[in-house]
C-alpha cells in the first residue's frame, strides 16, 4: 500500500513524533508507515483521516498486486 502520510504531516507542520502523540502511537510506527514498512490498521488509518479532515483514501492507496 502507498501513503502520502509525510506529505500530510507537512501540511501541518507536525514532526513525527508530534503526530505519534496525537494518534497514540510511536514516532517508530509513523515512520515505518512513511517508508512503506508497514500498514497501519484501520482504526489508526481513521484516526489519521480524522485528524488530517480527510478520507483515509486521501492518505492512503491500495493497488491491487497483479
Known amino acids: 500500500m502507498e501513503n502520502n ?3 500530510w504531516r507537512a501540511k501541518e507542520d507536525l514532526t513525527q513524533e508530534e503526530l505519534a ?3 497514540e502511537v510511536t514516532r ?3 515512520n515505518s508507515i512513511e517508508r512503506g514498512k ?3 490498521s484501520l482504526e489508526l ?3 489519521l483521516a480524522e485528524l488530517f479532515e480527510c478520507k483515509i483514501e ?3 492507496d491500495y493497488r491491487k498486486e497483479k
Open 5 to 7: 502520510l509525510k506529505v
Open 21 to 23: 502523540k496525537k494518534v
Open 28 to 30: 517508530q510506527t509513523i
Open 38 to 40: 508497514y500498514d497501519p
Open 45 to 47: 488509518a481513521f484516526k
Open 58 to 60: 486521501d492518505i492512503f
